[in-house]
């Protein structure tokens, strides 16, 4: 086996968490429903049979239970090492999170799929936007964190879960306070954001390392939380209104 594959294999093995978890990636689901245009929603809710863009967010998560899946698990995160930039990064033969979302965005604009792949690949864009935006997905050669053994609270964790769930369920907030929370960008703030890229957004996950490692003991608790939640707030709802974007050119025009 060679050394990019045994490589690729750890980290597989070693991604165990689920993006935001659910109260993450449901929130970002509620604040994009918010941001379709008319003609995007009533197309989304056809397809999806009325299920809301929240409920549907869990879905890439709710199937790793199924083997049939199996070949989805790579989808969910990308490793950028320091210094590099997507581009330069050898790619994973399974696929990862960058050349995934680009795919199934592409997928979705033919408008060339029929109604099983197409409520698939609907429910895939819609996690994997929340997982892009949780920014250890866009991770260092660790696992994204996920071998960053800390506690939080006392309770032994690691970093890419305290990321993905620890902090957020702390606050005890559902996922519709969780996006209330979050707030509503000013209306140039909201058009900026909406033309980022796929690579933009993976980009900008990989800026906020220095804040994300510096974890002193690794005891983490009340103060890690207090200077870095609002991350989390802020890309819950960059997330949400990069989606609805997204899903306004698909199905809005």
Same mark, same amino acid.
């Given at each position: 086996?060679?050394?990019?594959?045994?490589?690729?294999?750890?980290?597989?093995?070693?991604?165990?968490?689920?993006?935001?978890g @659910?109260?993450? *990636?449901?929130?970002?689901g509620?604040?994009?429903?918010?941001?379709?245009?008319?003609? +995007?929603?009533?197309?989304?809710?056809?397809?999806?049979?009325?299920?809301?863009? +929240?409920?549907?967010?869990?879905?890439?998560?709710?199937?790793?239970?199924?083997?049939?899946?199996?070949?989805?698990?790579?989808? *969910?995160?990308?490793?950028?090492?320091?210094?590099?930039?997507?581009?330069?990064?050898?790619?994973?033969?399974?696929?990862?999170?960058?050349?995934t979302?680009?795919?199934?965005? @592409?997928?979705?604009?033919?408008?060339?799929l029929?109604?099983?792949?197409?409520?698939?690949?609907?429910?895939?864009?819609?996690?994997?936007?929340?997982?892009?935006?949780?920014?250890l997905?866009?991770?260092?050669?660790?696992?994204?964190g996920?071998?960053?053994?800390?506690?939080?609270?006392?309770?032994?964790s690691?970093?890419?879960?305290?990321w993905?769930?620890?902090?957020?369920?702390d606050?005890?907030?559902?996922?519709?306070?969780?996006?209330?929370?979050?707030?509503?960008?000013?209306?140039?703030?909201?058009?900026?954001?909406?033309?980022?890229?796929?690579?933009?957004?993976?980009?900008?996950?990989t800026?906020?390392?220095?804040?994300?490692? @510096?974890?002193?003991?690794?005891k983490?608790?009340?103060?890690?939380?207090?200077?870095?939640?609002?991350?989390?707030?802020e890309?819950?709802?960059?997330?949400?209104?990069?989606?609805?974007?997204?899903?306004?050119?698909i199905y809005?025009?």
């Amino acid at each position: 086996m060679n050394k990019l594959l045994l490589s690729l294999l750890l980290i597989s093995i070693s991604y165990t968490s689920f993006g935001w978890g @659910a109260t993450g *990636h449901r929130a970002t689901g509620h604040v994009a429903q918010k941001y379709l245009n008319k003609k +995007a929603r009533k197309a989304i809710n056809r397809i999806l049979g009325g299920e809301s863009l +929240a409920m549907a967010s869990t879905w890439m998560d709710e199937i790793k239970s199924d083997s049939t899946f199996n070949y989805m698990s790579d989808w *969910h995160w990308v490793t950028i090492p320091d210094g590099l930039t997507y581009e330069q990064t050898e790619k994973n033969p399974n696929g990862d999170l960058v050349m995934t979302l680009e795919r199934i965005i @592409a997928e979705l604009k033919s408008k060339k799929l029929n109604p099983k792949d197409e409520v698939e690949r609907l429910k895939m864009l819609i996690h994997l936007v929340g997982d892009i935006h949780q920014p250890l997905h866009v991770g260092r050669p660790d696992a994204g964190g996920n071998a960053i053994k800390v506690t939080w609270f006392r309770t032994d964790s690691n970093l890419h879960r305290v990321w993905d769930s620890d902090m957020i369920d702390d606050t005890k907030l559902s996922y519709t306070e969780l996006a209330e929370a979050a707030g509503n960008p000013a209306e140039n703030q909201l058009q900026r954001w909406q033309k980022n890229s796929v690579r933009d957004w993976a980009r900008e996950s990989t800026t906020f390392r220095e804040q994300i490692y @510096a974890i002193g003991n690794g005891k983490l608790g009340y103060r890690y939380s207090y200077l870095n939640f609002p991350t989390v707030r802020e890309q819950v709802l960059k997330a949400g209104v990069r989606l609805a974007g997204i899903l306004n050119d698909i199905y809005g025009k």
